[in-house]
């Protein structure tokens, strides 16, 4: 009998500066859990405006892709080990973005927004600025960035997409026209988009994307994937079954996986 496909593509490495716990841990905790496939997706070298430790620096990624490798090798036949790399869209960053992935072979890139305007707006530390700030403002601005990141041709698959209602911000219905853009850009591109599943730990209290985005991305015939976005090893595969059954409700009834930047398709376990 052919074990199901069971992946989680969105897990970050103690080399970002902001995450815990060895490489090594990570693999071990996918293994217990049972996944045949993981992604090891760390942020890539691409400046951030704010002082935080939110990405690698260039020895930093030399040292998380030779540690990646020497894990693919070493676990080979109990799970399959992808090197990827998480990288931020920001305008006027492309020469830094461009480098960032070309700098080694990766499996995919995940393509995500954190910043509006040089503003964190999903950080701890900035979370004070949404105080008197039409969400609506703050979702057209970032919704118009992920049209920007799906039509560079950097990216892969589009992260946590609706990640500005970490705590608990939400735009009104008037914002369907953006999310809908949005959607079309990314059906356009022919990206894919995750399941995000650390959006159950914070105070959004669900998954990312919503269900209303996912219904549009499904409309669109965009395939997705899982990502537990863990920076701590007890955190792989978080809440994948609420996602999956998710999913399923929705009509997918696959997943993505990657090899080299090519695609294919698996069934949805």
């Given amino acids: 009998m052919t074990t199901p496909f069971t992946s989680d593509y969105h897990i970050h490495t103690k080399w970002c500066g902001h995450a815990s716990g060895e490489t090594r841990d990570y693999v071990e905790a996918a293994v217990a859990r049972g996944l045949?496939?993981?992604?090891?997706?760390d942020h890539l070298p691409v400046p951030c405006p704010v002082a935080e430790k939110l990405y690698m620096n260039r020895e930093e990624l030399a040292n998380y892709v030779a540690e990646v490798?020497?894990?693919q090798a070493e676990y080979a036949g109990r799970i399959r080990i992808l090197?990827?790399?998480?990288?931020?869209f920001a305008p006027g960053k492309q020469r830094e973005i461009e480098a960032a992935i070309a700098a080694f072979p990766l499996d995919y890139v995940i393509g995500s927004t954190h910043f509006i305007n040089g503003w964190a707006f999903d950080h701890p530390a900035y979370r004070a600025a949404w105080d008197g700030l039409d969400p609506n403002d703050a979702f057209r601005?970032?919704?118009k960035l992920i049209e920007q990141a799906a039509?560079?041709?950097?990216?892969?698959?589009?992260g946590h997409l609706d990640l500005p209602k970490k705590f608990g911000y939400r735009p009104s219905d008037s914002i369907i026209e953006a999310e809908i853009a949005a959607a079309d850009a990314i059906a356009k591109a022919g990206l894919a988009v995750e399941i995000n599943t650390s959006g159950f730990d914070v105070p959004a209290a669900e998954q990312y994307p919503s269900e209303r985005i996912l219904r549009l991305l499904f409309e669109r015939n965009v395939p997705i994937c899982f990502g537990s976005d863990s920076h701590r090893p007890e955190h792989i595969a978080r809440h994948f079954d609420r996602a999956r059954s998710l999913a399923r409700s929705l009509g997918w009834n696959s997943v993505v996986r990657f090899e080299g930047r090519?695609?294919?398709s698996e069934p949805l376990a």
């Fill in 141 to 143: 601005r970032y919704y």
């Fill in 69 to 71: 490798t020497l894990l």
């Fill in 262 to 264: 090519r695609r294919f």
């Fill in 151 to 158: 039509h560079s041709g950097y990216y892969d698959v589009i």
């Fill in 83 to 88: 090197l990827a790399g998480e990288c931020d």
């Fill in 36 to 41: 045949t496939e993981i992604g090891f997706a």
